[in-house]
T-cell receptor, first 110, second 116 residues
């Protein structure tokens, strides 16, 4: 079956620090991979996606590369801001369904 | 105006009561979904619908039912609520672009349901 494993949180960083949130997956076939972000009190918003191996998704300074050989899709940002504080979810799309990781809470301190 | 709306935003009810959560969308998408979110478990799919006449069970459909009243409306019902159905419920929509494309799902703001 399909599954997504995310780095457990919570993660606390100082402003301008480098961010990595690890994500690995198990799936049959060739899934598409996503990162969603959930700000406090809101629904999930698509942050970035990648649809095939070696694709890099990017948005708002965040990046993730689809690595088939390591079945990973790690999220990175070079310099986080206080406004990046949120919960981040890794997800895969396979057989018409999205499977989510458990989420990683990020807090950025000024 | 929000593209995906959910009502109510918060609801407290008692064990055994029937509850309906409603979702409406103005994005013109054919596909709609219901998820529940529990702390530490991410989101899990309850039901999904690819058009008005197509309803499918997701990972955790037991204890829930749905109705797709129109392309824009998708309701989730709990026929007899129980405390372990206390969770945050999200509706989502997507539009399939054709063979070889990937759905992107757009989420509503969520409904916080508490069953006492």
């Amino acid at each position: 079956g399909n599954s997504v494993t995310q780095m457990e949180g919570p993660v606390t960083l100082s402003e301008e620090a480098f961010l990595t949130i690890n994500c690995t997956y198990t799936a049959t076939g060739y899934p598409s991979l996503f990162w969603y972000v959930q700000y406090p009190g809101e629904g999930l918003q698509l942050l970035l996606k990648a649809t095939k191996a070696d694709d890099k998704g990017s948005n708002k300074g965040f990046e993730a590369t689809y690595r088939k050989e390591t079945t990973s899709f790690h999220l990175e940002k070079g310099s986080v801001q206080v406004s990046d504080s949120a919960v981040y979810f890794c997800a895969l799309m396979n057989a018409r369904q999205l499977t989510f990781g458990s989420g990683t809470q990020l807090t950025v301190l000024p | 105006d929000a593209d995906v709306t959910q009502t109510p935003r918060n609801r407290i009810t008692k064990t055994g009561k029937r509850i309906m959560l409603e979702c409406s969308q103005t994005k013109g998408h054919d596909r709609m979904y219901w998820y529940r979110q529990d702390p530490g478990l991410g989101l899990r799919l309850i039901y999904y619908s690819f058009d008005v006449k197509d309803i499918n069970k997701g990972e955790i459909s037991d204890g829930y039912s749905v109705s797709r009243q129109a392309q824009a409306k998708f309701s989730l019902s709990l026929e007899s609520a129980i405390p372990n159905q206390t969770a945050l419920y999200f509706c989502a929509t997507s539009d399939w672009g054709g063979t070889g494309t990937t759905d992107t799902q757009y989420f509503g703001p969520g409904t916080r349901l508490t069953v006492l």
